[in-house]
């Protein structure tokens, strides 16, 4: 295999014509410049230079290699450059998957903070529910609900960004919905809408807390996503209970109280490939910290703009999983 420090040495002797010359515009003796090409002549097997009176001359073959060796270097810069900019974040892929409602509310705002500071980099957004069990198909930032005995695995780190309480969304003329928070009991004689699938984590935590009310949640009607759920409370047909990132999508007609006593809550995490870490990837993570604190998104420059917090239950300071 060819040395590609002696070809840069090679293309230097024949660009400048000699080895002085050479030796000058590389700031190597004249000694190490004879002894590179020497090596290389060795290597190839192929005379590559006569002389002519006091300079060199590249051969028939060494005409050849010299543009090969150019066409090599050229290729080579081009190789570097790019390793460059993926160093620096200036290109390449960051894939970022997330669950409807941190979608609807975090996902613009997020999404513009790394194409503004990194406009060549393709983002791959992807809509996942849960975390894929096999490590190969995961996005490079995934946020996601937890589940009971969550960890990220190997090779994946997971910051928590917020716990995410829950909101009971109810018509605007309902007698309780003026109210700062309800008693989750309270509610247990109202008609309820379902608005997740049976197996789903979110619904796993309002149903525990029910139960530690002493009831069963009254299903009337089974949605499977929070617009169609609150969509039949616009219609009347009941009430639904959501978590608090799921208000940005509320309808103007309708009310979020607070539930309490027991608060179900559930927790917002983002699960990164530690393979992956970059500032792309750096930057996304910094700004769902920043919507998740209900705080302005920074911007390239520093400056940000001001996200749209959540109404309750924000918390800035992140936990850290490995």
Same mark, same amino acid.
Request: glycine share 10%; charged share 20%.
């Given at each position: 295999?060819?040395?590609?420090?002696?070809?840069?040495?090679?293309?230097?002797?024949?660009?400048?014509?000699?080895?002085?010359?050479?030796?000058?515009?590389?700031?190597?003796?004249?000694?190490?410049?004879?002894?590179?090409?020497?090596?290389? !002549?060795?290597?190839?097997? @192929?005379?590559?230079?006569?002389?002519?009176?006091?300079?060199?001359?590249?051969?028939?073959?060494?005409?050849? #290699?010299?543009?090969?060796?150019?066409?090599?270097?050229?290729?080579?810069?081009?190789?570097?450059?790019?390793?460059?900019?993926?160093?620096?974040?200036?290109?390449?892929?960051?894939?970022?998957?997330?669950?409807?409602?941190?979608?609807?509310?975090? #996902?613009?705002?997020? &999404?513009?903070?790394?194409?503004?500071?990194?406009?060549?980099?393709?983002?791959?957004?992807?809509?996942?529910?849960?975390? +894929?069990?096999?490590?190969?198909?995961?996005?490079?930032? !995934?946020?996601? &609900?937890?589940?009971?005995?969550?960890?990220?695995?190997?090779?994946?780190?997971?910051?928590?960004?917020?716990?995410?309480?829950?909101?009971?969304?109810?018509?605007?003329?309902?007698?309780?919905?003026?109210?700062?928070?309800?008693?989750?009991?309270?509610?247990?004689?109202?008609?309820?809408?379902?608005?997740?699938?049976?197996?789903?984590?979110?619904?796993?935590?309002?149903?525990?807390?029910?139960?530690?009310?002493?009831?069963?949640?009254?299903?009337? @009607?089974?949605?499977?996503?929070?617009?169609?759920?609150?969509?039949?409370?616009?219609?009347?047909?009941?009430?639904?209970?959501?978590?608090?990132?799921?208000?940005?999508? #509320?309808? +103007?007609?309708?009310?979020?109280?607070?539930?309490?006593? +027991?608060?179900?809550?559930?927790?917002?995490?983002?699960? #990164?490939?530690?393979?992956?870490?970059?500032?792309?990837?750096?930057?996304?993570?910094?700004?769902?910290?920043?919507?998740?604190?209900?705080?302005?998104?920074?911007? +390239?420059?520093?400056?940000?703009?001001?996200?749209?917090?959540?109404?309750?239950?924000?918390?800035?300071?992140?936990?850290?999983?490995?």
């Amino acid at each position: 295999m060819l040395d590609v420090h002696r070809l840069r040495v090679f293309s230097s002797v024949v660009a400048s014509g000699s080895v002085q010359g050479a030796a000058a515009n590389l700031a190597y003796t004249p000694s190490a410049v004879s002894q590179h090409i020497t090596a290389l !002549q060795r290597e190839t097997g @192929l005379v590559l230079f006569e002389r002519v009176g006091r300079g060199l001359r590249p051969t028939p073959a060494g005409l050849v #290699l010299a543009a090969e060796a150019d066409a090599v270097l050229a290729r080579l810069g081009e190789a570097e450059s790019r390793v460059a900019d993926l160093r620096a974040g200036r290109t390449g892929t960051l894939s970022i998957a997330y669950f409807a409602s941190a979608g609807a509310a975090w #996902l613009p705002s997020a &999404v513009r903070r790394v194409s503004e500071a990194f406009p060549g980099v393709r983002l791959d957004l992807r809509l996942s529910e849960a975390l +894929p069990a096999d490590p190969g198909v995961r996005a490079d930032l !995934q946020l996601i &609900v937890e589940t009971e005995g969550f960890a990220p695995g190997p090779g994946f780190t997971a910051h928590r960004l917020r716990e995410d309480p829950y909101l009971a969304v109810l018509p605007r003329e309902h007698a309780r919905a003026g109210e700062g928070a309800i008693d989750l009991l309270d509610l247990a004689g109202e008609p309820w809408i379902d608005n997740d699938v049976a197996d789903g984590p979110c619904r796993a935590r309002l149903v525990q807390a029910c139960h530690a009310a002493g009831f069963a949640p009254p299903f009337r @009607l089974r949605a499977h996503d929070y617009p169609t759920a609150m969509a039949f409370v616009s219609a009347g047909m009941g009430i639904t209970v959501i978590p608090g990132l799921c208000s940005v999508l #509320l309808p +103007p007609d309708l009310r979020a109280v607070p539930v309490v006593r +027991p608060a179900p809550v559930r927790t917002v995490t983002a699960v #990164l490939r530690s393979a992956s870490d970059g500032p792309p990837l750096r930057a996304a993570l910094e700004a769902f910290r920043a919507l998740a604190a209900g705080d302005p998104v920074p911007g +390239p420059s520093g400056s940000g703009h001001r996200s749209r917090p959540g109404p309750i239950g924000q918390d800035g300071r992140p936990d850290v999983l490995t």
